[in-house]
């Protein structure tokens, strides 16, 4: 069985420029979540989709950052404009079942550098 | 404010003695804990995990215990190995709410 995908692994950009990150689930994991892991720190959650539908969205900062997860699949993480700040690694991750106790299947991870 | 708390940073053991990573949280609504395992440049994998109702889990070299009047839960790696070194994280959650990460504590076995 094919593990959660992401890419780019690495990504270098200017700050105030546009990026965006791709996740692509395990293969029939309706509930997928992007997190942000700093150095040093644990993973963070940006958003969590059940299908594709933004459950819990808390924690993305809107004005920047923005999720799309069309047709329940794939997802996209975008942030626009950039900040030094931002520098950090992206995780994705899926669990198949909708709410309650999932253990979460993690991608490899994007790792952003803002210069 | 800190919900799930890894007070070592890191931890160094022989092969084949016991590791011990330990793991405190304060949020007394958390009923579900688990441990991811983390290599560099991958992303985390699951271990193991326990629910509120137990207070030990095993699984093969892994045990999880939970000392809920404490907050307290331990992860038990017996025997240790060198491929055991890697980034252990805590992880909680209560009903359906998100998973709530510690900081993590770097495991280093010694051949």
């Known amino acids: 069985e094919a593990g959660v995908v992401q890419s780019p692994r690495y990504k270098i950009i200017e700050k105030k420029q546009p990026v965006a990150f791709w996740c692509n689930p395990i293969?029939?994991?309706?509930?997928l979540y992007w997190y942000l892991q700093n150095l040093g720190q644990g993973p963070e959650l940006l958003i969590r989709?059940?299908?594709?539908?933004?459950?819990?969205d808390s924690q993305l900062p809107k004005d920047r950052f923005s999720a799309e997860r069309l047709k329940g699949v794939d997802s996209t993480l975008k942030i626009q404009p950039a900040e030094l700040g931002d520098s950090a690694v992206y995780l994705c991750?899926?669990?198949?079942?909708?709410?309650?106790?999932?253990?979460?299947?993690f991608g490899p991870g994007t790792r952003l550098t803002v210069l | 404010d800190q919900q799930v708390k890894q007070n070592s940073p890191s931890l160094s053991v022989q092969e084949g003695r016991i590791s011990i990573l330990n793991c405190d949280y304060t949020n007394s609504m958390f009923d579900y804990f688990l441990w991811y395992k983390k290599y560099p440049a991958e992303g985390p994998t699951f271990l193991i995990s326990i629910s509120s109702i137990k207070d030990k889990n095993e699984d093969g070299r892994f045990t999880v215990f939970l000392n809920k009047s404490a907050k307290h839960l331990s992860l038990h790696i017996v025997p240790s190995q060198p491929g055991d070194s890697a980034v252990y994280f805590c992880a909680a959650q209560g009903g359906s709410e998100k998973l709530v990460f510690g900081k993590g504590t770097k495991l280093t076995v010694n051949p």
């Open positions: 991750a899926s669990s198949p079942r909708l709410a309650g106790y999932n253990e979460q299947f």
């Open positions: 293969s029939g994991h309706n509930t």
């Open positions: 989709y059940e299908n594709e539908e933004a459950v819990d």
